[in-house]
């Protein structure tokens, strides 16, 4: 079946830090790039960041909310992709989506999501 | 803050026709760059109802339909059932701003 799977979230304090995993299964992991988006209680969707693949060196980028206290990065191996969340800020509260960009013609939309898994970040 | 102004709700009867609007501007949907939807149900993750303006994946049922004319796109459901009953989503390309998701729009079956 093909999948994502999202873990690590939970409580953290204003300024912490947190990592959360996401388990890819049933197509080639390798092979695509892996975003995160991220949906704050009862709000909208928002883009956090992408990691491309190999053949595009791995490289990220970032929405400016996060950039500079977010890192993504994954390992092909273990077919996961990453989110190390630092400087946390209580605006950081939300369900984390690990999400598969597909691009047909140039343009990027995602074709498959995970369940998603709760930050909080409070005192 | 979302750049693409969607309704926040919208409704109908069962059967009926509803249209939901994706208004953005000339550095996102007017610059050329294509409109997704997509299908949230309650307590779930987001699902891809439409792609490439109009492009419906398999199994996505033909009720549902896109379209995109200068810096907006639509949204359409004939034959509106209880299971459409959901937040949708529209989503582009901004040039400042990268990939962009509109506000979101509720729809509600009578």
């Known amino acids: 079946e093909v999948q994502l799977v999202e873990s690590g979230g939970g409580l953290v304090q204003p300024g912490g830090s947190l990592r959360l995993s996401c388990a890819a299964s049933?197509?080639?992991?390798?092979?695509?790039?892996m975003d995160w988006v991220r949906q704050a209680p009862g709000k909208g969707l928002e883009w956090v960041g992408r990691t491309r693949n190999k053949a595009n060196s791995y490289t990220t980028e970032y929405a400016a909310s996060v950039k500079g206290r977010f890192t993504i990065s994954r390992d092909d191996s273990k077919n996961s992709l990453y989110l190390q969340m630092n400087s946390l800020k209580t605006e950081d509260t939300a369900v984390y989506y690990c999400?598969?960009?597909?691009?047909?013609?140039?343009?990027?939309?995602?074709?498959?999501w995970g369940r998603g898994t709760l930050v909080t970040v409070s005192s | 803050q979302s750049v693409l102004t969607q309704p926040p709700s919208v409704s109908g009867a069962p059967g009926q026709r509803v249209t939901i609007s994706c208004t953005g501007s000339s550095s996102n949907i007017g610059a050329g760059y294509d409109v997704h939807w997509y299908q949230q149900l309650p307590g779930t993750a987001p699902k891809l109802l439409i792609y490439?303006?109009?492009n419906r994946p398999s199994g996505v049922p033909d009720r549902f339909s896109g379209s995109k004319s200068g810096t907006s796109a639509s949204l359409a459901i004939t034959g509106l059932q209880a299971e459409d009953e959901a937040d949708y989503y529209c989503?582009?390309?901004?040039?400042?701003?990268?990939?962009?998701f509109g506000t979101g729009t509720k729809v509600t079956v009578l």
């Open positions: 989503q582009s390309y901004d040039s400042s701003l990268s990939y962009v």
């Open positions: 490439g303006n109009s």
């Open positions: 999400a598969r960009p597909t691009s047909d013609y140039g343009d990027w939309y995602f074709d498959l």
């Open positions: 049933g197509f080639t992991f390798s092979d695509h790039y």
